[in-house]
């Protein structure tokens, strides 16, 4: 267990054309106190079988349905893990102020910081996992309920219980927990920068911290994680400055490869993907695949791809906009996000 108190399977449906859903083809805030926990565990893995549509068949491939939050977080989490130095660089200059007053409370090194992450590896990103999501909604819940952080369940359970209870195999696991979170954009942040230990750089088990490594797929073991599961879970106000909201986060190596990402439509013509940009109900299918999807309310979303080269993904908004992108596929998940013409 990392020490310390907190700041801070798929449902498959047979369609004969596809998964279309159009039918075509500031004020003042008190900081909170605590500081995250993270937890890895590494158990014996298991082998699960996955059966194939039959020929000219589509299946929609369903992965849960993560609240708005809960795919902000994903999408943060796979934005950190693409582009490491430029995630450095985004927490040196915080868009949210409490982000800001904490780099200040906690005395980070920012210098530092921005540093160690221009030294991380691009990782690959994470798919989102029904399993792995509630496992961390039970224990989300679980934690709001008793108002307290801890990796242990009231019921005595361990992450690696409460994860092959809700069905997933799974070789490497690691676990954040927030009980103190404010928005979804405060709580990767505060993952992320990992603030809360001793100087001169503010961050928890520096060289080495927990939370940031589990997110960012840093540590020796981390770069075999492809999926996630989250919760986001709201408390009522009370005196002990607990939430307002509960975070969990189960990291974890799951059978499968998949393409992930997502849809968006430049809303205000900067040129860039701003959270609130993405589309929803876009098909997306891969040539030659058997699955299909439609975006989640954020845009995010994934399909389970086999290995190899010149992929192509097919992307039609409800309104009859389509764009396609080429990619391949070796050893692991691949990002292929797609902005919608105008």
């Known amino acids: 267990m990392r020490g310390g108190r907190a700041w801070g399977v798929g449902l498959l449906a047979v369609v004969a054309v596809g998964c279309s859903s159009a039918g075509g083809s500031p004020g003042t805030t008190t900081l909170p106190t605590a500081l995250p ?48 130095p430029a995630e450095g660089r985004r927490l040196a200059n915080p868009a949210d ?57 009231s019921d005595g359970s361990k992450p690696g219980a409460r994860v092959r209870a809700a069905g997933v195999d799974y070789t490497v696991l ?39 490594f589990a997110l960012m797929s840093a540590g020796a073991d981390a770069s075999s994680t492809n999926a996630v599961g989250m ?9 002990d400055n607990y939430g307002p909201y509960v ?50 309310s954020g845009g995010g979303y994934e399909l389970p791809v086999d290995a190899g080269p010149a992929h192509t993904v097919t992307f039609r908004a409800p309104d009859g906009r389509t764009v396609q992108q080429r990619f391949d596929v070796s050893a692991d998940n691949v990002l292929v996000d797609a902005e919608l013409p105008a």
């Open 37 to 84: 926990t993270s937890v890895a565990a590494n158990p014996t893995p298991t082998t699960t079988t996955t059966t194939s549509a039959a020929a000219g068949e589509f299946q929609q491939y369903g992965f849960g349905d993560p609240s708005l939050e809960e795919q902000q977080l994903w999408f943060m989490a796979n934005r950190a893990r693409a582009d490491p």
């Open 97 to 153: 102020q409490l982000v800001a007053d904490g780099l200040t409370a906690f005395g980070v090194d920012v210098d530092q910081m921005v540093k160690d992450f221009a030294g991380y590896p691009v990782r690959p990103p994470l798919a989102w996992n029904a399993g792995l999501a509630t496992a961390a909604s039970r224990h989300a819940a679980d934690q709001a309920k008793a108002r307290t952080q801890s990796h242990a369940g």
């Open 174 to 212: 690691h676990e954040n927990i927030s009980g103190y979170a404010h928005s979804a954009e405060f709580a990767h942040d505060a993952f992320v920068i990992d603030w809360g230990g001793a100087a001169p750089t503010g961050v928890q088990e520096w060289p080495t911290p927990g939370h940031r």
């Open 231 to 239: 919760s986001w879970v709201s408390v009522a106000a009370g005196d």
């Open 247 to 296: 975070v969990v986060q189960e990291f974890a190596r799951v059978p499968g490869l998949f393409v992930v990402g997502t849809v968006w439509s430049d809303a205000n013509g900067d040129g860039q993907f701003q959270w609130g940009e993405g589309v929803a109900g876009v098909d997306v299918r891969v040539d030659g695949g058997e699955w299909c999807a439609l975006t989640l």
